[in-house]
Structures are given as structure tokens and as C-alpha cells.
């Protein structure tokens, strides 16, 4: 059965910083129903995956603080399929321990990375495509990423250049380029010939490995590869512990798919695909008034104010006025206001935060 | 003695709506420590009056639902020290009701009118000008208020224009203007001859009562002046209710002050006074960052943000960027983000609360 060959890894380690005051260190956004579902986005993840992809073959990639979290959430997972990075060192290495450490359980194995923080709105265009990708990888040595054709020059994405097709929903992959400016972004969606990129990515262990390896200057990949024979031994741990220490952060965009000439991309346009990164894209697939005001879990009143977004915890009440474009997000020990055009720069205001005020607002 | 006949009304029975969401229904501006002094607005009233007038001479006129926080903030007071209106009424009714009952219990008492939100800067200047006043009514048949000469035109404020000179400090009062237009209170300041009106008075209670007995209009002092024998009896509180029920809601100011012929001011520039109305009182008599920004009771990290003023409880963090002339007031259950401009509007946005979400919030 090549179903008993797919995997998927989880990506859920992240703190979702620029979500803050919402996303907190001990409660990122992946853990949180931001869409009053009754389903936090790690479990609306994993959720989408049922039947496709077997339960003991999903993976947990996170941080050791987070298994209770994800216990909890996920309480089918067992304790061996979450992998607890010993430290934050961006995607690279991760998706090499996984990849490696997934290949001693299987050395077929089909391996699907899933972020959890993505809002898909189309959960069945979403899993035909999730099964249109595994049987291509399966029939292609090749890195595949799921791609989403631009509806407007979004600079919180990264971008995709596609060439020459393969068939009309598949189609190599010419060049990657990480959040442009304005500018540049008009340019990609002009074009007609730029996909964002979801960061949803379909490879087989062996076409991953070989591509990190493949990577002489990150050096990620060289340094896993030592550890053949201890993955999925008792030693496992401590020889990821130790080269954790050393390994540089790096992501697998920059480490791998900027160079590899294999890449290929799938075009999944029709699943509603959001990356729930900034308060920005949540005001994007969130429910708007005639005024274009969008609240989350709170009461408002909003008076002569247009296009802000206002969080809160439930039935707290928020009087605002003459406000228009802010993010208002209230929780239990801080609150933020400040302008949407500034969501990227949330992430630098709670470092400061940490430095000058300590880490219970964090 | 006279300091015998000396007796107190504090003002205490209003919600102060225009401070909320700090100032709530249950629990007003004038029970709260807004200065983080360790004491509340009330608190403060009182102990400014200590050795001046005796404790037991000192009345409290109030709603009923108020009498325990007063009882626990002024453990001194007795049970008969507290007036209880029965209804809202504004203050020409508190103040007939109040001047009947004490002068049954004292038909030579000079009684002292006290809101308990005002701020005193300078106690001993204050405490200097009240015994003044004490002295000034024992020898005039006068109502007298104090003034307090304006620095800027402010509009929260009414304004009494002087007449004749009695001495250097003391004046005959020509007309009281409630709160002007800007361009009115413009003129009012660059005449020389206005003073802010205090809301401070000393009367004895045969002027007062002579003079409500004047105004017909209002028809406050009859329906009081039938209570007489009933006053400081058991039957008292049953014929307030009645005739409470009854009466027309009107200031004092209004009732008496602006129809009465013997009206006189004591000019008080030196005591510090400000009258805790609104934010924008609050942000005036607080210190500022450079950047002009007011900050009570919570944390701040403000961000091209100037003159703004930011109330939350202990502890909390509160991240503002490009905001100016804010009032962003935030309590468990509500947070008011609103220009400083409306603050006169802010009564208004509660009236509309209690409508639509519900007494909770108030």
C-alpha cells in the first residue's frame, strides 16, 4: 500500500510573535482558535489529513514546551511522533532531523511538511490536492510545493517563478524569491507567471536529504548525515541535542529549494489557502462590517472608525473612535494598538517588550 | 464655640460616567485612588477638613447603594452621617434636603458644600481659605462660593463674573455662566473679572433655605419646607422618598445661585484646585513624558505617540503607536480608545452601553 508510505511533519514550534498579544510564548497561535471553530489550527491541521495520510505516520516538529500543548490537542498522537527541537534554528535543519529520522522508520517514506498555522477554506479541493501531490512525488524524483496564484501583491508571502509546465496544474519551478517590496510584488503579479508560496512542500526522504546534502554552505545536511544508525535508537536525542547546538539557522527555502534545479510546484488556486503569519491576514479572511471593522471574541463599538481589526477576550467591551486601519488586540496583562501598516514590526515590539519588561507579557 | 455650627455636605452620590471605564456605577470616581495617593478622591475630601470642622458635623449625601463604600473608606462616619437620596435629582434637592436636616439639628449652622472629586493641590492653602470663608458667612448674609481665576479658557468649567470688591479677596458675584463655547470663554478669560466656579459653597442654612423658598420657578424648597417638624425625626427618609419622587431635577447653581442677589466669591487661586470630571482633567494636573503622554496605573511602551492619556490596571502592558491626543482607558470588562476631544461625549457612549450590552459594563 503506498499510503502506509506518506508522512506528514507537522511544523509547530513556532511562537507567532506578530500575533502578539494574542499568540503568547506559552500559547502560540498554532494552539489557538482563531476562527472560533471550536478547532485551534493545530487541530484543524491535522484534522484535514484524516484518511489521507495514516495517524502514526504524522509528525509533530516542535519545541519541547509544546508537547503538553500538542498532547492535549492531539491526544491520538503518541509521545514518539513529536520530535521536540532542542532549540529554535528555523526550518532547515528540522526538516532534515525529520526527514532522516522518518527514513530509518521507512526508507520509502513520502514525507508532506505542513505548517500549522494556515487557514485552508476548501478542506476538499485541499485533500485532492494533497493526494494529486503524494502520487506525483511518488512518480517524480522531485521537491513539490504546494503554490497559490497572487489576487494582489501581497508582501507578506514569498513568491514563486514558474517554467516550463509540466501539465496544466504542475509545472517546474524557475526561481524563489522571499517577501519582495511593493514594487517588485506588482511586477511578480503582473507577470502572470509567479505563484505565492504556501510553504507546504511534498518530497520523499531521499529527494530531501540529497538536496540538503547538495547545500555545501549551510552545511545542514552534513552534520545530520553523521547520524545514520543512531536515528530511531535510543541515542537519537543526544546526537540531535549536540548538533543542534552547532547548527545554523537556516530555512529550507534558502537552504534548498533557492537551489535545487528539481523543484516543481503544484497550483492549488481553488483551497483558500491564508498563512496565518500577521493580524493583517487574519482581517484579510475574517468577516467584515459595512465599515470594514472585523472583531474577534469581543464586544465593540465602533464609532467613525474603519478597517481595524479588534481582538479581545470574550465579552470584553471596545469602545473605539475615529480609528481607522489599527490593530486592537487586548489580552488578560497587555494590550496593543497600533497601525496595520505596522504588523511586521509587532515581532520587534515584544523583543523589546522582553528586554524592558520581562517575560510574563510575552 | 463656632466652630460648632460648622458642618460639611461632601457631594458624593454621582457615577462619574465621563471617567468611565475606570469610574464605574459601582464603584465612582470619587471612590477611587486616582492619584495613587493610597487614598480615593473621598478619602482625600475629608481628611483635608480635618480640625476644621468637627467629625460628627460632617455629612455624606449620596444613593443608598453607596453608603457601604462609604462606610469602609470613612469607617468614622455614622450611619445617620449618611444622606441616601432616594433618586437622582441633581443637586438643588440634595442640597434643600440637606440644609433642613441639619438645621434641625442646628438652627445656626454654617454648612460647607464639598464635591468629593475635586483635587487639592495645596491642602494648607485650601484649609486656610475655609475657616475664611466660615468666618466670612458668619458675618454675611451671603452665599459664597470660592473662585478660582482662570489660566486658560477651559469649557469644563462654569465661570462666575465678578462684581464689587468686598475686600482684596472677597467679591459680590454679578452672573454665573455654565459651561461656555470656547469662544465665549475666551472672552470671559482675557476680561479679567471671570473666575472659575468651584462648586465649593458655604452658606448658613437659613440663606440657603431663604433663597431655594425665592425661586419658584423650580418649586424645590416648598415641597421641603413642609417637612418642617419632620426633619431629624423617624418620619424623615419616609417623606423624602415622597417628595423625592416628586422633584424637578435642577442644579443649585441654577436654582439659586443664578437668580440670588447675594451671591459673593472668595477668590482662591492658591489652593490647586481642579475638578475631576473627565480624562482631560485627569491628563492636565498629571505628569507627562516629553512626549506629553500620561500614564496611571499600567505599563507603556508609546511609539510616535504624544499627549495621550493611558489608564489600565497594575501591571497591565499597553503597546500605542502613532497615536495622539488619546484617551485609552481599559478596566477588566471594557477599554475606551477615544480622541481627547470627546471626552464630553463619553457619558453619552455609556448611556449607549447600558442600552445595547447591558448593566455589566457600567
Redesign the interface.
Known sequence: MTENNRYCVIMCGGTGSRLWPKSRTRMPKQFIDFLGTGQSLLQLTVARLKGIIPQENIFMLTQSEYAPLIKEQVPEISDKQILMEPAHRRTAPGNAWAAYHIKALNPDAKIMVAPADNIILRVEEFRQSVVKAFEFIEQHDTLLTFGVKPTRPETRYGYIQQGKEIDGEFAHVKTFTEKPDLELAKVFVDSGEFYWNTGIFFWSADAIIKALSEDAASKVSSRFAEGEGIYGTDKEMDFIKEIYAASQSVSVDYAVLEKADNVSVLRVDGIGWTDLGTWGSLYDVSPKTREGNVTQGA?T?M?NSRNNIVS?TR?????????NDYI?A?SD???????RS?EQKIRN?VR??KT??GKE?L
Not at 333 to 339: E, G, K, R, S, Y
Open positions: 464586544k463599538m464609532l479581545a465579552d470584553k467591551l471596545v469602545i473605539a473612535s475615529g480609528l486592537i487586548d496583562n497587555a494590550l496593543l494598538i497600533v497601525p505596522e515590539y523589546e517588550v524592558n519588561h507579557y
